[in-house]
């Protein structure tokens, strides 16, 4: 099994820039897709970025897209997500989630099968 483990959450400012890192174990990252999903308290999860196995990235919302990015690097089975200009709405838990499958999930659940606990961003002056 895959276990995935994420960090680098933090209080930001709002126009300010943080980058998350979500650390994987278990077996070759290159088999799986991995992305990055958020909630807010009160709020529907929702997808910011995913990869699948055999390349290509899904952007699932409009308002994160040319703001935040991807990358990984399956040799030393990390993934980033840079975030920039952030918004208080941006302000959730940010989740790291993987599945075997090699393909990336689609709303309300996303169906990816390993997810971390979570990083908490707040955004706020």
């Known amino acids: 099994q895959l276990q995935v483990v994420e960090s680098g959450g933090g209080l930001v400012q709002p126009g300010g820039s943080l980058t998350l890192s979500c650390v994987t174990s278990?077996?070759?990252?290159?088999?799986?897709?991995i992305g990055w999903f958020r909630q807010a308290p009160g709020k529907e999860r929702e997808g910011v970025l995913c990869s699948n196995s055999g390349g290509g990235t899904i952007n699932y919302a409009d308002s994160m897209k040319g703001r935040f990015t991807m990358s990984r690097e399956d040799a030393n089975s990390t993934v980033f997500l840079r975030m920039n200009s952030l918004k208080p709405e941006d302000s959730a838990v940010y989740y790291c989630?993987?599945?075997?499958?090699?393909?990336?999930?689609?709303?309300?659940?996303?169906?990816?099968?390993?997810w971390g606990k979570g990083t908490l961003v707040t955004v706020s002056s």
């Open positions: 278990g077996f070759p990252l290159e088999w799986y897709a």
């Open positions: 989630a993987a599945d075997v499958s090699g393909s990336c999930g689609s709303p309300p659940y996303f169906n990816m099968d390993y």
